[in-house]
């Protein structure tokens, strides 16, 4: 199971500059069991500090995160985590890369070396397992990071904006690629993003979010017949919850840039 609440919580930091800074207040969501869940929201709004909490890299002020119904208190293997910045070890080929998680939990060498080659061929890379970091492409490194986060087979995956720093061709394929593997493994998924398009086209739901503090203001549920293929960006019905979330956000993007 990979059932994720989010029940009334809220993140506050101190800031040396401005002070105490409410990043999120009294946000609540559920994302059920094998859901696509997106977060799209003003830049600032606190979209990936919810990540980290739910991976249990940061902790709650108020309120509780959980997984089945148990309540996160730091990182586990249920929850895979791929960030925006390609987080590869640069010292270590891209099998190693896919292998480290499963190396730490003790698997033996041939499971591990199997493992890892079936995701590196599920995200399109045979052929690389050999090579380093510096000699993949941007899209390349990030399948890399997905393909190391799957072979952890966590319950949930939580992805923050991880084709944001990707050209508008690639961005287009990965998402594609996302979609195909979602489709295959079934995981639990909750998605950050700044594009809309990128957020209907990947989401059983999108949750929009507020301005600082951020809370959910909105949550759509994408009514768009599965398996995915780009051409659906086209249809009315993609356009019309496309306005409706852009609405929102332009909205809370103005108040938002009232406040700094």
């Known amino acids: 199971m990979g059932r994720v609440s989010v029940d009334k919580v809220t993140l506050r930091f101190v800031s040396a500059r401005v002070g105490t800074v409410v990043a999120l207040e009294n946000l609540s969501l559920e994302v059920p069991d094998k859901q696509f869940a997106v ?6 709004c606190g979209k990936s500090s919810l990540l980290y909490l739910i991976a249990g890299l940061n902790q709650v002020s108020g309120g509780q995160c959980s ?40 698997m033996d060498a041939q499971e591990r ?16 397992e050999d090579a380093y970091s510096n000699q993949l492409s941007g899209g390349m490194q990030q399948r890399v990071a997905i393909a190391r986060s799957l ?3 966590p319950e949930v995956l ?7 720093a990707l050209d508008s061709q690639t961005r287009s394929i990965m998402q594609e690629l996302l979609v195909s593997i979602w489709e295959k493994e079934q995981k639990t998924v909750l998605f950050v993003t700044h594009d809309i398009d990128e957020a209907l086209f990947l989401g059983d739901v999108v949750y929009v979010m507020s301005a600082r503090p951020g809370a959910i203001i909105d949550r759509v549920e994408v009514a768009l017949d599965r398996p995915r293929h780009y051409d659906v960006v086209t249809s009315q019905h993609f356009i019309d919850m ?3 979330i852009m609405a929102n956000l332009h909205h809370e993007v103005q108040r938002s840039m009232t406040m700094n």
């Open 113 to 128: 070396n199997e493992r890892a080659r079936h995701y590196i061929s599920a995200v399109g890379l045979n052929g690389f």
């Open 151 to 153: 072979a952890n087979d």
């Open 39 to 44: 977060i799209v929201g003003p830049s600032g």
């Open 67 to 106: 997984l089945d119904g148990t309540p996160v208190s730091g990182p586990g293997a249920d929850r895979g985590m791929v960030f925006q910045s390609y987080s590869l070890f640069p010292w270590l080929t891209v099998q190693k890369n896919v292998e480290f998680g499963l190396s730490l939990r003790g």
């Open 158 to 164: 939580l992805m923050d904006e991880p084709f944001g």
């Open 242 to 244: 496309k306005k409706g």
